[in-house]
């Protein structure tokens, strides 16, 4: 009895056996669903005791097929089924031809290019080209009578899926790795960025490359350059922080010292901290602070020159006193309302209002108990 030889038997003896294969190979390796199922029919008599008597064209012919076309499905996906019904057909005298395969010219036609797809990475079309054959007709060759060789350069392809190490091989059997035009465009720029210490868009702009293209290509296939000049760049930061530390804060107080000696001058011989600053183009606060925190003695001997006694014992700024101090004499003195004595000296309500209650709440106090 002929085994069993059904579309469904035949899928799991001869199908791929990883899923992700099969989907990658797809309609060049696999078989379409519906071609499966147009010929399926034809290909259940072909495995059927019951049409043993009947050659592969007649059975073809009664299935609405062509007889090449039917045998091309049983030489690519059931070449077993096709193999033996031809050895029971030949021991039972039915068969009048010898058993088919390829000739001795064609397997020596094709012997070298063989050769090369099982000894190296290259493509079909590569080795088609070499060594002089065509493309397609090597191709079905391979299909048709050396399938273990067409499994074994798709498994290696479907690894390299996975890995997609830069200078292997690629999912579509070509190398992982620039073209040549490509290559040869960057080569300059790819030059500079591992030999000095330029921008990428400098180097773009001197080698004439556009900056986007070229560090795309410096992702992609130019990682392990990237890398090594990260890690220098950050090298050379660790070098300038620790330097930077080495100074510390001497190097920050000599500088400062440096800075802010000459305003000290000034303020010794009777200018305000606000002339000094503005003379010598310093800040202000940073001034007030550095004589604050080294020369406490000068600071001091300042703030007192810039303060002014108010009569009830408290302290303000000169310029202060200065600009409320009428108004707050009149203020003290009279019952004059505040807006008008505001008015009269030129100054804002509020401001004087606001100075009069901070230095003076007891004034305040007592004209509101007199109204």
């Not at 499905?73 to 039915?94: A, D, F, I, V």
């Not at 190490?165 to 070509?174: F, K, L």
């Not at 890398?227 to 510390?248: F, I, N, P, S, T």
């Not at 802010?260 to 800040?283: F, H, M, Q, R």
């Amino acid at each position: 009895m002929i085994k069993d030889n059904s579309p469904q038997g035949q899928n799991e003896n001869h199908a791929l056996s990883d899923e992700r294969l099969l989907q990658f190979i797809g309609t060049r390796f696999g078989q379409r669903p519906e071609t499966q199922e147009r010929y399926a029919e034809a290909i259940e008599a072909c495995g059927s005791i019951g049409y043993l008597e009947m050659t592969i064209a007649e059975i073809a012919h009664m299935f609405g097929h062509t007889d090449q076309c039917l045998r091309n499905q049983l030489k690519r996906h059931y070449p077993e089924m096709m193999k033996l019904r031809e050895q029971l057909r030949e021991r039972l005298g039915m068969n009048k031809r010898p058993i088919r395969g390829v000739s001795a010219s064609t397997e020596a036609k094709y012997a070298p290019a063989i050769e090369l797809l099982r000894t190296t990475d290259m493509t079909i079309r590569e080795v088609a080209t070499r060594c002089g054959v065509s493309t397609i007709a090597l191709q079905s060759h391979v299909l048709f009578n050396h399938r273990d060789l067409a499994q074994q350069r798709m498994s290696k392809r479907l690894e390299a899926l996975d890995k997609k190490a830069t200078g292997g091989m690629s999912g579509t059997g070509r190398p992982n790795a620039p073209r040549e035009a490509t290559a040869a465009l960057y080569a300059e720029a790819l030059e500079m960025y591992r030999t000095t210490d330029l921008t990428v868009a400098e180097i773009a702009l001197k080698c004439g490359v556009m900056t986007n293209d070229f560090h795309g290509y410096l992702r992609r296939w130019c990682r392990s350059d990237m890398a090594v000049r990260e890690k220098l760049h950050q090298e050379r930061l660790e070098e300038q922080r620790r330097e930077r530390e080495k100074a510390g804060a001497r190097s920050r107080i000599a500088l400062a010292t440096q800075k802010y000696t000459p305003a000290l001058k000034l303020i010794e011989e009777g200018a305000t901290y606000e002339e000094a600053a503005k003379t010598l183009d310093v800040d202000r606060e940073n001034l007030y602070r550095w004589v604050l925190s080294n020369h406490p003695d000068i600071h001091r001997r300042e703030h007192q020159n810039q303060v002014e006694v108010l009569p009830n014992g408290k302290e303000c700024a000169k310029a202060s006193w200065a600009m409320f101090g009428e108004a707050v004499e009149a203020y003290l003195k009279t019952d004059e309302p505040l807006a008008r004595i505001a008015k009269r000296f030129g100054l804002h309500p509020t401001s004087l209002s606001n100075f009069i209650r901070r230095k003076f709440p007891e004034a305040v106090e007592r004209r509101r108990n007199k109204t």
